[in-house]
């Protein structure tokens, strides 16, 4: 099994920045694919972005891109979330997700493990 905690949510005014962070643990060896997703009130989770178990290859969604940077330190089993330009609609309950994958999956039904969610406030 793979534990994720995610951490670094807040408050933040627009055009400010936060990074989250996923700590991950459990099996150390399983090449685990890692992606963000959001859930604002009232609205389906929707994917924001994905990295490969390498760190080679990643993904965004069109929503953030440009915007988010997303990374991980497999020596410290942790994946981030650098975001930038922060706008109100990017409010929103923040997930992180592991794979057991290679590649960079956006679906959720490809995401085999969930942390518990951080929440992240953009004001105007």
């Known amino acids: 099994q793979v534990q994720l905690v995610e951490s670094g949510g807040g408050l933040v005014q627009a055009g400010g920045s936060l990074r989250l962070s996923c700590a991950r643990s459990?099996?150390?060896?399983?090449?685990?694919?890692m992606g963000w997703f959001r859930q604002a009130p009232g609205e389906e989770r929707e994917f924001v972005a994905a990295?490969?178990?390498?760190?080679?290859?990643?993904y965004y969604a069109d929503s953030v891109k440009g915007r988010f940077t997303i990374s991980r330190d497999n020596a410290k089993n942790t994946v981030y979330l650098q975001m930038n330009s922060l706008k109100p609609e990017d409010t929103a309950v923040y997930y992180c997700?592991?794979?057991?994958?290679?590649?960079?999956?956006?679906?959720?039904?490809?995401?085999?493990?969930w942390g518990q969610g951080t929440q992240v406030t953009v004001s105007s």
């Open positions: 997700a592991a794979a057991n994958a290679l590649a960079v999956p956006t679906t959720r039904r490809e995401y085999n493990y």
């Open positions: 459990g099996r150390s060896l399983v090449r685990n694919a």
């Open positions: 990295i490969s178990w390498s760190g080679s290859n990643t």
